[in-house]
């Protein structure tokens, strides 16, 4: 475990003396920000109608506001987080340090670990600075804090899942351009599985549906945390650490 922390440490000194990482993180709020300012025009325009009209009673501003926000930010990920994710193993073997890497006192369950905790130090960086305009507007707007912190466990849940996808494509080549291609292409197919469930015959959505991450968001964002939801997130990081950790093992014993 400490080796793990070791090397979480020594990436993320990486991550931040790169300005990779700071025009990541800028432009996913940046454009977060935009969303998030759509949907607070949205929500005013709603809430003059609302106000106009005493009969509607269904009106929830975490369904106006946070969740399309949340939903919104996880497409921008899908766009960023391959520019992370890339360098995790494509770049220590394009600079050579990969063999020096495999010779550490270190297990591959360490070195895959420590690259994952290191995304996830970054991750919980970028979702902390994300929620400080939902956190302003709460102050000011009579949101519930259930499904705000809920969503927010989702999301971050969701990042971690596309990371842990990230990495294992990034063992699987020295060519940090095609890590980043294959991590957007499975990146974008899961995605669009959330929209081919609408279009497909009813049996076969309901597997679409299961198979793509943004789904599974769905509950989180409404306050709800559904054991099936927890288990696919928990599930789909455990299989892409555990096939990370096989690609590694197959690669030491080829040298």
């Not at 005013?44 to 926000?69: K, M, R, Y």
């Not at 912190?149 to 971690?160: C, M, V």
Request: hydrophobic share 55%; net charge negative; aromatic share 14%.
């Amino acid at each position: 475990m400490n080796g793990s922390i070791l090397l979480a440490q020594k990436d993320l000194t990486i991550y931040f003396r790169s300005p990779l990482a700071y025009i990541i993180l800028f432009c996913f709020l940046a454009i977060s920000g935009y969303f998030f300012a759509t949907s607070v025009g949205y929500y005013e325009v709603v809430s003059i109608q609302v106000a106009q009209n005493p009969g509607i009673t269904d009106f929830n501003p975490n369904s106006v506001l946070i969740g399309p926000l949340l939903q919104n930010s996880g497409v921008i990920l899908l766009f960023f987080l391959p520019l992370l994710t890339m360098r995790s193993f494509s770049e220590e073997k394009k600079m050579g340090t990969f063999e020096l890497l495999m010779s550490y006192p270190l297990t591959e369950w360490h070195l895959v670990g420590g690259k994952l905790l290191a995304l996830a130090v970054f991750l919980l960086v970028a979702v902390g600075l994300h929620a400080a305009s939902p956190a302003m507007l709460m102050a000011m707007v009579d949101i519930e804090t259930l499904p705000v912190l809920t969503g927010y466990l989702g999301f971050f849940l969701l990042a971690l899942s596309f990371a842990s996808l990230g990495i294992f494509l990034s063992s699987l080549t020295e060519n940090q351009i095609v890590a980043a291609v294959l991590s957007f292409a499975a990146l974008l197919m899961l995605w669009l599985f959330s929209w081919i469930k609408d279009l497909a015959p009813q049996n076969y959505g309901a597997i679409f549906a299961a198979c793509s991450p943004m789904s599974h968001l769905d509950s989180f964002t409404k306050g709800v945390l559904e054991v099936a939801d927890l288990t696919y997130y928990v599930t789909f990081i455990a299989g892409f650490f555990w096939l990370a950790v096989l690609s590694l093992e197959n690669q030491r014993w080829r040298r």
